[in-house]
């Protein structure tokens, strides 16, 4: 079972590449938090699939906390807690943005972005929210609009050069 929690409009949250049917889940709207799950089967070739959240295009910024798979092939498998498949690692993770609000739905101020790192990679600026560890590994992030960084004068890759060096 693939569950997260969002909050946004238009909201989705699914997995592809199954090798059957992928799947995926939406809210037309929450202003506050809500969960969203689905769930998939895989093919017998399957090696991986692809987790992912997006916003629909033009309609805001989103965001989604508190991804989990659970079931065989995530967390423990038919309630044994001996028989756990391991978290994904920092390195296995990739964060994608837009890189200017003209460049669609999702866009976060790159400082609101540099806070999560933080928080995630240094567990400092976290506010109220509490995570359960640090990941200090964590390596980068993608924009799917570079066209649109240049255009906004290379904030995105100039902050995020800077940051991870």
């Known amino acids: 079972m693939l569950s997260g929690y969002v909050r946004g409009s238009y909201v989705y949250l699914g997995v ?31 090696t991986k699939v692809t987790l992912y959240t997006h916003g629909w ?17 995530g967390g423990p498998v038919a309630g044994d807690a001996d028989d756990v498949f391991p978290p994904l690692r920092p390195d296995q993770v990739a964060i994608g943005m837009p890189a200017t609000p003209n460049a669609g ?45 240049r255009f906004g004068g290379w904030e995105f890759q100039r902050t995020f050069d800077g940051y991870f060096g």
Request: a negative charge; proline letters at 8%; hydrophobic letters at 25%.
């Open 16 to 46: 592809s590449g199954t090798g059957t049917t992928d799947v995926a889940t939406w809210t037309q709207s929450a202003p506050d938090w809500q969960q969203l799950t689905t769930t998939f089967r895989t093919g017998p070739a399957t």
């Open 57 to 73: 295009y033009g309609t805001g910024p989103y965001h989604a906390d508190d991804i989990s798979l659970t079931g065989p092939g």
């Open 105 to 149: 739905n999702g866009h976060v101020p790159p400082s609101e972005v540099v806070k999560t790192l933080d928080c995630l990679t240094k567990k400092t600026g976290c506010g109220s929210y509490a995570t359960h560890g640090t990941w200090p590994g964590l390596r980068g992030l993608m924009t799917w609009s570079i066209n649109w960084d």
